[in-house]
């Protein structure tokens, strides 16, 4: 029987947090997920990660794991190039979901881009990307003061741009007041963009967004549930800028609100977006409408932020900061070299491939990997 050129296996992980992380999704203590490994016969390893977000509606880990694997297998015979191919169909006619799409897609390219001895950005359409791209420092604490101190510390590192996260106060007085905190912190040359994760009513936010422009917003992040992009759309022109996240997790979603042109800016997650070519058309068509995008991590291992980065470094003329700098999040991370971040930007891996190797005595022993 003919062996297969590519072999597939996964090794789940579980990486925890330095500390819990709130959302308005609720408290967060660690993600989980697995690395998708696709071997071919000179040993070469290509990876992808396959994250679970239940919170953004993923299916269960171990049945994505399961049907990632057997995608895998069952096209081992075939080149990663002609192998990507069937996936894109695969993914078109909805037989898999996002992250398993993007995963094996990550994972393929990888492979096909370590063959060659070639950086991972080669094969984005060709793209070439810049050496460091922007990113934003997370605060997330609830406390006021805590959230000052998270603040002034990632302005201490270079930061030029924080996303706060809100929709956490018992009552608006209290949400402008920590609004104002952190503005006052950061002082007025640097940008604040706030994430509400879908806590507001479209009345709650239509009151506060006249009252929040003061702060020289760049813009706020989902204020209003995810379905309702009615709702969305009636937050615009309201004196901040507002983006789409929860809203467009998957690419359907993401066309229609281009198309009810129901936000300013798109908030796009490549790990659940399928083909990582569904990232790069939603960001081109995006731009070329006049929209702006940001690419952003869901907090999960260096392999993901990684794939992530190489996308937001495709991405022509957006001058943004991305949601990139979340692998200080962990305790510990599961790539070699780890992500640099200098200055409040990234540094693109350079090849072959994704640019980092995975450290599985690591994965082993911090991230719960069997």
């Not at 590519?6 to 993600?31: D, E, K, M, V």
């Not at 949400?175 to 040359?189: D, K, N, Y």
Request: aromatic share 4%.
């Amino acid at each position: 029987m003919k062996q297969p050129r590519t072999h597939w296996r996964a090794l789940p992980y579980q990486l925890a947090f330095r500390a819990p992380f709130s959302t308005a999704h609720g408290l967060q203590t660690a993600r989980h997920g697995a690395i998708l490994l696709a071997r071919d016969g000179a040993g070469l390893e290509g990876l992808g990660d396959l994250v679970s977000l239940p919170e953004f509606g993923t299916p269960p880990l171990a049945e994505m794991i399961a049907v990632a694997v057997a995608w895998g297998q069952a096209n081992g015979q075939l080149a990663p190039g002609d192998a990507r191919q069937r996936l894109w169909a695969d993914a078109a006619a909805h037989r898999l979901a996002g992250p398993v799409a993007a995963a094996l897609d990550t994972a393929l390219i990888d492979l096909e881009t370590r063959q060659r001895g070639a950086p991972f950005g080669v094969a984005l359409a060709g793209r070439g990307s810049p050496d460091t791209i922007p990113v934003n420092a997370v605060v997330g604490a609830r406390d006021t003061a805590a959230a000052v101190a998270v603040a002034r510390a990632a302005i201490a590192q270079g930061f030029g741009t924080i996303k706060l996260k809100v929709g956490l106060c018992a009552d608006a007085d209290a949400e402008l007041a920590r609004v104002a905190a952190v503005r006052a912190t950061i002082g007025p040359s640097r940008r604040l963009r706030l994430d509400a994760n879908e806590t507001w009513t479209v009345t709650q936010a239509q009151r506060l967004l006249p009252q929040l422009a003061i702060f020289d917003l760049e813009y706020l992040e989902q204020p209003v549930p995810r379905a309702d992009l009615a709702a969305l759309r009636a937050c615009r022109g309201l004196g901040v800028a507002i983006a789409a996240d929860e809203a467009c997790t998957d690419s359907d979603r993401a066309a229609a609100i281009l198309r009810d042109e129901a936000a300013d800016i798109l908030i796009l997650k490549p790990a659940l977006l399928g083909p990582l070519t569904n990232t790069l058309h939603l960001a081109d068509r995006a731009l070329d409408r006049g929209f702006r995008v940001v690419t952003t991590s869901v907090i999960e291992s260096g392999v993901g932020v990684t794939m992530a980065l190489h996308c937001a470094a495709a991405l022509p003329g957006n001058d943004l900061a991305h949601g990139l700098a979340t692998s200080a999040l962990l305790v510990a991370d599961i790539i070699d070299p780890q992500l640099q971040i200098t200055s409040g930007r990234l540094t693109v891996p350079r090849g072959p491939g994704l640019g980092v190797m995975l450290r599985r005595e690591h994965m082993v022993h911090t991230a719960g990997g069997r």
